[in-house]
Structures are given as C-alpha cells and as structure tokens.
C-alpha cells in the first residue's frame, strides 16, 4: 500500500489471519487466456475512495493464489464504516482483472466498496432502494468501482460479455456493481 494506507507489516497484525480459499468461477477460457497473456500474473491496482488507501499488488502467480496479499485486499476492501473485515472472493478478483485486463486499463480503479458489515447493509437499505438485502457485499463477494479515464458504458458491456457474475450499472454514480453470483445483469 501507498504512504496513505498502512505498512504491510502493520496490516498482517491487524488483519489477523484472514484465511482465503482459492476458488475458479470465473470464465475458464478468458481466465486462462488473459493470465497467460500476463506470464501467469494476475494484479490489481486500485483505490479506495473513501479511505484513500491505494494498492498495486500481484495476488495470482505461479497457478495459486497469494494468501498474504489476498488478506491485504481483503483488507483494503473491508467495510470502510466499522472496519470490519472478510475474506474477498477470488472470483469476484478475477472477474475485476479480467475486466481491466479487456482495456488494457493501467490506471489505479476507484473502489466505492467492497465489503460490506450485516449492519451496514440494513443501515443503507433503510436509507436507499438500491440495496439488496442480501446483497453480495455482506459475503464478500461484491465490488463497486469505477474506472477513471474509461466510458463506464464501455465497461458495463464488457462486464455482461465476461458473464461471470452480476453486474450494476450506476451511470449517476459513476461506477459498475460486481459480483460473483450468479449471472444477470441491472441498471
């Protein structure tokens, strides 16, 4: 992370063990194709705006996974309200790499939100229609983001063309809503 987040040392102490399970929901054959394209490296660069904590890490090499990375993108996507933190998807990860992988995109991704606290879900759907009740975020499973630089129209069709999950289209926002469930698509 950038000097506006936390060292990595202070972020495994405080993350505590997030154990991750390595899953493959996304598309096999984009996967493997865009993986290969990159020597079997898979990294996302992003920020959150709403914490101003920036990462640009490698979580995929070498066919598996990187446990102590995946636990510090769980962190970086943990409920930014409470501070509470679950282990990310590694599906709804791909399916944001392989998303910015389509483009190309270089730029640091803004992330809304990952995560989401039971508390916080009923707290914004008390205060909005457009939150599930049992919205993908609580699972980890869920991320919203935009790309800055990049038409969010263009991005929302590439996301439905992946069908790797559920994807929202929040034009007014200003970002897409990702997901790892199953496929459909709104907005």
Known sequence: MNKQGISRRRFMAAAGGIAVAAGFGTPAVALAAATKASNNVRQLAMTHIHTGESANLVYFENGQYINDVMTELSYLLRDFRTGEVLAMDPNVLDQLYLLSSQFGYRK???????????????KLRQNSNGVAKKSYHMKGQAI??????????TARKAAISLKAGGV???PKSGFLHLDSG??????
């Not at 991704?109 to 995560?115: A, E, H, L, S, W």
């Open 108 to 122: 640091h991704m803004q992330i809304i939100g990952g995560y989401r606290s039971p508390k916080t879900n009923e």
């Open 182 to 187: 199953p496929v459909r698509s709104w907005g």
């Open 168 to 170: 929202g289209y929040y």
């Open 144 to 153: 919203d983001v935009g790309f800055p630089g990049l038409s969010l129209a």
